[in-house]
T-cell receptor
Framework: DARVTQTPRHKVTEMGQEVTMRCQPI?????VFWYRQTMMQGLELLAY????????DSGMPKDRFSAEMPDATLATLKIQPSEPRDSAVYFC?????????????FGAGTRLSVL | SQQGEEDPQALSIQEGENATMNCSYK?????LQWYRQNSGRGLVHLIL?????REKHSGRLRVTLDTSKKSSSLLITASRAADTASYFC???????????FGQGTTLQVKP
């Protein structure tokens, strides 16, 4: 049962703390996306990787957010320092260029609350 | 930022009725996709329609695409309570793998 795995599912932290979210894409997928979902802004693309190379992180606040892919099985999104306005659900999705249509497969998300 | 607009924002119907959701966009597309999101879950891909297609079916789902009007619609026939979810259209343009998602339509199907 291939699926995108995100950890942790829930995170409560205090303002100023570092937050690290992890994502294991579906084996064999070569594209990885990080999204943030809030009621006000909807689904926002934060970062996009293809073959582990960052292609687009224009949607990500550069001063506090960073996204990496240390290897093909792990993508990370870090916030340092975290702020209350970062409270949201963060989704990771993966896909494959081979499917021709770029269907994205989403993880269950990390619900982040910054107090 | 969102570049697709969906309407209605919310829809409430009785079980057995049909539900229609619309999506409009502003620039040319390679394909348009529809996703479902159940409460507290990630998005799930439902159906993809390519720019050279006008209509596509998958079970109780029917998607249409009008590239001249830059719009698409998703029809769910004979709705069930389990169809209660948010539905998002997403468009792909250019050669990137990026999708631009709409704001979504929240569908409630009452038993």
């Amino acid at each position: 049962d291939a699926r995108v795995t995100q950890t942790p599912r829930h995170k409560v932290t205090e303002m100023g703390q570092e937050v690290t979210m992890r994502c294991q894409p579906i084996l064999g997928h070569n594209t990885v996306f990080w999204y943030r979902q809030t009621m006000m802004q909807g689904l926002e693309l934060l970062a996009y990787f293809r073959n582990r190379a960052p292609l687009d992180d224009s949607g990500m606040p550069k001063d506090r957010f960073s996204a990496e892919m240390p290897d093909a099985t792990l993508a990370t999104l870090k916030i340092q320092p975290s702020e209350p306005r970062d409270s949201a659900v963060y989704f990771c999705a993966s896909g494959s260029d081979r499917d021709g249509g770029n269907i994205q497969y989403f993880g269950a998300g990390t619900r982040l609350s910054v107090l | 930022s969102q570049q697709g607009e969906e309407d209605p924002q919310a829809l409430s119907i009785q079980e057995g009725e049909n539900a229609t959701m619309n999506c409009s966009y502003k620039t040319s597309i390679n394909n348009l996709q529809w996703y479902r999101q159940n409460s507290g879950r990630g998005l799930v891909h439902l159906i993809l329609i390519r720019s050279n297609e006008r209509e596509k079916h998958s079970g109780r789902l029917r998607v249409t695409l009008d590239t001249s009007k830059k719009s698409s619609s998703l029809l769910i026939t004979a709705s069930r309570a389990a169809d209660t979810a948010s539905y998002f259209c997403a468009r792909r343009s250019g050669n990137t793998g990026k999708l631009i998602f709409g704001q979504g339509t929240t569908l409630q199907v009452k038993p």
